[in-house]
């Protein structure tokens, strides 16, 4: 049976939250037992010039729709009444963005201090997500792939 081609979207999945190290680990191990060449850390910190080290982005459990709603008033100056229109709009604690593309709301926790957003990982969080994506996209049934595609790009074309 053929597969049919997959579509690539940029940031065009939904994001979900996951274990970092779990993920990490496991397509490590992959990649050294089989020999495979893949995207390091280091190719991310050259090709896109964002931290690979400091704070891990995580969030210990699930936002629900208020608290997305009140993070929206808060954080961005919304009222009310805009903040739950589009969280119901999304079916979800998530905004869209001009693209389409559903944006998770607990991510601007992140950028309440913004002193902190050099601190974090961004290139950790970026090539395990790319990672994360891969790997679904090897899956038979899936027609998509989302994630970074200009990362990946770079990286093809620097080798």
């Known amino acids: ?3 049919a081609p997959l ?14 190290d779990a993920e990490m680990s496991r397509i490590s191990e992959t990649v050294h037992r089989s ?13 896109l010039h964002i931290p690979t080290t400091g704070s891990m982005i995580s969030f210990s459990q699930p936002l629900q729709v208020d ?3 009140a993070l929206l008033v808060e954080l961005l100056g919304t009222t ?3 903040a739950s229109r589009e969280t119901e709009q ?3 604690p998530s905004v869209r963005l001009l693209c389409a593309t559903n944006v998770v709301v607990v991510y601007l ?16 969080a970026c090539l395990a997500y790319l990672y994360r994506q891969l790997t679904t996209a090897t899956r038979f049934e ?8 200009t990362l990946l790009q770079a990286w093809i074309y620097d080798l």
Not at 7 to 20: C, D, F, I
Not at 35 to 47: E, F, N, P, Q, R
Not at 109 to 124: H, K, Q, T
Request: net charge negative; aromatic share 8%; glycine share 10%.
């Open 142 to 149: 899936v027609r998509q792939l989302g994630g970074y595609m």
């Open 67 to 69: 608290d997305a709603n």
């Open 80 to 82: 009310d009444i805009e």
């Open 90 to 92: 999304c079916r979800s």
């Open 1 to 3: 049976m053929d597969r």
């Open 35 to 47: 020999g495979l060449m893949t995207i390091t850390l280091d190719d991310v910190a050259s090709i």
């Open 7 to 20: 579509k690539l979207v940029n940031h065009g999945a939904k994001l979900q939250l996951w274990e970092l």
């Open 109 to 124: 926790e992140l950028f309440r201090d913004l002193s902190m957003v050099g601190s974090y990982a961004w290139g950790a």
